[in-house]
């Protein structure tokens, strides 16, 4: 029974996030976003502090390095902190256009590599056919972000909800199989007992 609980509850928390995604996709976001952010300026605040305690054993190429970094963290940060706050509608769109940013680098790349293959005659296999899918998902992306984020968070949404459902149904059954297993035992105990007489 102990080890059915937490699985009871952690569907219920899937199928709550479920619906709270459904329902305030922007809000969930936000919070999903904004708890990114914290985490960056966190991390980058420990970084700091590590660099100042450790600046005797870091060279300084290290902790230049190690310094920066940090910096960057906080500021990315931030900036998705005050983003998320002050336009929340934005982020998946800049998400979105670094994903199709992604894609056109590697048609790019693909078809810089299928010259250098063909040119010395070597196979290219998939490889124009791999540049030709990067840049119309990144064409895709690039022209239609906000639907395609829509779609994306209600598909996550929905199958997260659903395995929040499966879970909370597997939890019931085995709570009742555990609950008829243990009233089974208990007659078979009592009835040797009485035979035992």
Same mark, same amino acid.
């Given at each position: ?18 619906? @709270?995604?459904?329902?305030?996709p922007s809000g969930f976001l936000t919070v999903v976003i904004s708890a990114f952010g914290v @985490? ?34 906080? #500021? ?8 998320? #706050? ?10 979105? @256009? ?70 909370? @149904? ?10 008829? #297993? ?16």
């Amino acid at each position: 029974m102990r080890r059915i609980i937490p699985l009871l509850i952690s569907g219920a928390l899937m199928v709550f996030i479920g619906l @709270y995604m459904i329902l305030r996709p922007s809000g969930f976001l936000t919070v999903v976003i904004s708890a990114f952010g914290v @985490y960056e300026v966190i991390d980058g605040v420990k970084t700091l502090i590590a660099v100042y305690k450790l600046r005797e054993a870091f060279g300084s190429f290290v902790r230049s390095i190690s310094f920066g970094k940090s910096l960057v963290s906080m #500021i990315a940060g931030l900036a998705v902190i005050i983003i998320a #706050i002050i336009a929340p509608n934005l982020i998946p769109t800049v998400i979105v @256009y670094i994903i199709a940013a992604a894609f056109l680098f590697s048609g790019l790349v693909s078809i810089v590599d299928l010259l250098a293959l063909s040119k010395n005659d070597i196979p290219t296999g998939t490889l124009g056919l791999e540049a030709v899918l990067s840049f119309v998902f990144a064409l895709i992306l690039f022209l239609f972000p906000n639907f395609l984020t829509g779609i994306v968070m209600t598909v996550f949404a929905a199958i997260l909800f659903a395995s929040g459902i499966v879970m909370i @149904y597997g939890s019931i059954v085995a709570m009742l199989h555990a609950r008829k #297993i243990r009233k089974l035992m208990g007659n078979s105990s009592v009835n040797s007992f009485q035979d035992v007489d």
